[in-house]
Each structure stands twice: as C-alpha cells, then as structure tokens.
C-alpha cells in the first residue's frame, strides 16, 4: 500500500512546481478581501432557479474501499484524470479517500497538489460559460478546502456571468423578437402597398374602359349625323314657294315735308330713307328712318311727312321704303 502511495506521489512530483506556480498566483490574486458570494447552486436575480447541487463526491465513489479508492486514484493520475470527468477523477476518490482516512498526509498532500488544476478548470469553465461544469469544480474545491481563497471569487465569476448571459439571451431574444415583428410589418406593408396598387389600377382600367365608351358613343353620334346630313342632301329640296304677286302701291296723298327752319336759313339740303308699313286701309303705320343725311336734321319733318300720306287701300299689309328729298330750291 505504501508503494502505491509513492509511486503515485512520485507522478505528482512533475506536475507540483508548475502547480505551486499556478497557486501562488492565484495566492495573489486572491489575497484581496473577496465579497460575499452565494452557495453553489443558488438563485440569482438574473438566472432560473437551478436544481438542488448534486453532492461533490458521486455516492459510486464514496462506496469504494479504501483500497479501491487508492487504486483508482492512482490510475486516474497515470490518465490525467486529475478533476474529470465526474464520477471518475484523482480529485473524487482523494476526496473519498480521506473522508475515510482523515488522518492521511499523502492523501492531503495529493489533493494540495489537486487544487490549483481544479481551480484553473473552474475559471475556464466559467469563461466557456459552462456554468454546470463549474459549479460542479467549485464543489470540489469547497469540499477540498472551504476557506481556498479561490472560492469567493469563482463563485462571483459564475454569478456575473450567468447574470451576462441571461441579459444577452434576453437581447437576444428582444432582438429577433424586434426582427420578426419588423418582418411582420414590412410584410403588411408591402400587402397594403400591393392592394393599393391593385385598387388604383382598377380604377384606372374603370376610367379607361369609361373613355373607351364615351368615344364610341361619340364617334356613333357622328356617324348618325353624317348619315343623316347625307340622306338630307340626297333628298331633292323641295319647290320654294311662289309668292303671290303683290298689288302696286298707288298714292292718293302725298304731302311734301315741312322744311326745317334753321336748315332752311342755313341753305342746307339732305334726304332721309324711310321705311314704313301701308296697312289695309291705305294708311301708314310703323314708319322708321332707316339712314339720313345729314343725321338727324330733317328725320323728324320726313316721318311726319310720311305718316301722313295715303294709299289706295290693299288686300293685305306691305311694307316698303322711300326717300325723301329736302332741297331748299325747290
């Protein structure tokens, strides 16, 4: 037994300068006061409660007998078994090993020369955010030594960490939360864009279609009324109706027109168109100048002189047009 003991301390003997190296800085480093860090396995704020911490030391190792024990750890040695996997490490069954044999240097010895392979698993556990795997290193590092100085601040790192990543699981999950429902949207967007379309190149084919028709409507009208105009023009006009020869005027009383005084004085002469109705009687109505020269000075004495001739009386009215003639040499 003490052989094995040896022989086993003897393969321990390479790895015990670069572990005391690896201590002393973790010494180090840990020699700050470290604030208080909850048990493994506890609840934090940010991360789902976890299920009770599964014991440091697998109930199949704690079975063993000393012996065993001793043998096994020795083989785990020789693998470089030091601290995994569970259930089958150098780290386990020393742990078991001395709960049975309390009292054993080698044993302590062992795991002194255990603990700063431990500790490094454990921080590159945390650091690959391998939470379970670090807690389960933690276990062994507390039952190995519950004041390592180490303790504290792992268990910090595995807290903070945790914390870390249920903040970016949950951006994450805002994230493509926020993705999908912009998706969604532009996806509606685009569906309203396209029945907007669809709707305005409906109206437009309406609009279209109704221009189509009103230009067809149009275009029939014309062909109507061109065919129209030209059966009217292929139809013979009719005869003109011939009027009926009117009777001659024959006047019975003519009077000459007073000659205006002042153009009288004045020596002036003129004429004045008159056009005048002779009704059935024989008498005139609805006399009118029609031009006179010069204007407006002997219009007057002209329609007096007209309105009092009188004609043989007609069959029916006729209206005609004279002249008078104002000439003061006569």
């Given at each position: ?108 010895s062992a795991l002194t020369d255990l603990m700063p392979y431990t500790v490094i698993a454990a921080e590159q556990a945390v650091t690959r955010e391998q939470f379970d795997e670090a807690l389960r290193l933690v276990a062994l ?140 009687d024989g008498a005139v109505t609805d006399a009118r100048v029609l031009r006179a020269n010069p204007s407006r000075t002997f219009d007057r004495e002209a329609l007096n002189a007209v309105r009092r001739w009188r004609f043989e ?18």
């Open positions: 037994m003490l052989s094995m003991t040896i022989s086993a301390k003897s393969r321990l003997c390479a790895c015990v300068l670069l572990a005391l190296a690896l201590g002393a800085c973790s010494r180090q480093e840990e020699s700050a006061p470290a604030t208080a860090a909850p048990a493994p396995g506890a609840q934090t704020a940010a991360a789902p409660a976890a299920a009770p911490p599964q014991p440091a030391v697998a109930a199949s190792v704690q079975a063993m007998s000393a012996e065993q024990l001793r043998e096994a750890a020795s083989q785990a040695l020789r693998e470089n078994r030091m601290y995994a996997p569970a259930g089958d490490n150098a780290m386990e069954y020393y742990l078991a090993l001395r709960d049975k044999l309390p009292d054993d240097a080698t044993v302590a590092i507390e039952k190995a030594d519950k004041t390592a100085p180490a303790l504290p601040r792992i268990r910090q790192s595995v807290a903070t960490s945790q914390q870390a990543v249920a903040k970016r699981t949950e951006a994450e999950d805002a994230r493509a939360k926020a993705e999908v429902e912009a998706r969604a949207q532009a996806q509606q967007q685009q569906v309203a864009q396209q029945a907007a379309e669809a709707e305005a190149a409906r109206r437009l084919a309406e609009q279209q279609a109704a221009a189509r028709q009103a230009e067809a409507q149009r275009e029939a009208e014309q062909q109507e009324a061109a065919r129209q105009a030209a059966a009217a023009a292929a139809q013979p006009a009719p005869a003109a109706a011939t009027p009926a020869p009117q009777r001659a005027l024959r006047p019975l009383n003519m009077p000459p027109p007073r000659y205006p005084p002042d153009a009288l004085r004045a020596g002036l002469s003129g004429e004045v168109l008159v056009e005048f109705t002779v009704g059935t009386p007609v069959d029916a009215p006729i209206t005609t047009r004279r002249t008078v003639a104002f000439n003061p040499g006569t």
